[in-house]
């Protein structure tokens, strides 16, 4: 199975900065990398898809990079619906896998 | 507007059984597969199972495969999961999803012991 290690699992920011999550795979994955956005009680929500593909209606703060094994996830200029938890999904093969989750939190 | 929603989810004991459905409207249903994801309390996602758009090709977790079974029915909109031999690890919401792009809400399923 492909493992997905995402850091940090918590990070604290203030509105208006820029943060960056990363997610490495254990194999490559070439560009088979998703990011959600969870927030409390509600389904996953895609942002970003084939990496660095940003789903209809996200906001283009939002980014993804990266290819192969290291990934990562940009928010510029954090809102306070940014909030949330971000987990990262490698769907190159079965079993699909996902990483462990970042709780992004206000400082 | 593309919706998943589903049932079937509730309290059951160890050992015992349960039916998920999710109905699906808003796309041309046998045209994409289908996944069903777990969140147990507190925890991270997990990937449970998927099927193709014509259900000939099925996947599970190692976690779950044996007990759980996927299947579909494309007249009606329809995609199930079939669990049995239910333990408290199974405990969890359970999203239905097409493909990864659209989740439904989620339906809670509780194993007591």
């Known amino acids: 199975d492909i493992q997905m290690t995402q850091s940090p699992s918590t990070l604290s920011a203030s509105v208006g900065d820029s943060v960056t999550i990363t997610c490495r795979a254990s194999q490559d994955i070439v560009t088979w990398l998703a990011w959600y956005q969870q927030r409390p009680g509600k389904a996953p929500k895609l942002l970003i898809y084939k990496a660095s593909v940003l789903e209809g209606g996200v906001p283009s703060r939002f980014s993804g990079s990266g290819s192969g094994t290291e990934f990562t996830l940009t928010i510029s200029s954090l809102q306070p619906d940014d909030f949330a938890t971000y987990y990262c999904?490698?769907?190159?093969?079965?079993?699909?896998?996902f990483g462990q989750g970042t709780k992004l939190e206000i400082k | 507007e593309v919706q998943l929603v589903e049932s079937g989810g509730g309290l059951v004991q160890s050992g015992g059984s349960l039916r998920l459905s999710c109905l699906a409207s808003g796309f041309p249903f046998s045209h994409y597969s289908l996944n069903w994801f777990r969140q147990a309390p507190g925890k991270g996602l997990e990937w449970v199972s998927s099927?193709?758009?014509?259900?000939?090709?099925?996947y599970y977790a190692d976690s779950v495969r044996g007990r759980f079974s996927i299947s579909r029915d494309n007249a009606k909109n329809s995609l199930y999961l079939e669990m049995s031999s239910l333990g408290v690890d199974d405990t969890a919401v359970y999203f239905c999803?097409?493909?990864?792009?659209?989740w439904g809400q989620g339906n809670l399923v509780a194993v007591s012991s």
């Open positions: 999904q490698q769907y190159n093969g079965y079993p699909y896998t």
């Open positions: 999803a097409r493909e990864i792009t659209y």
């Open positions: 099927i193709s758009n014509t259900g000939t090709s099925t």
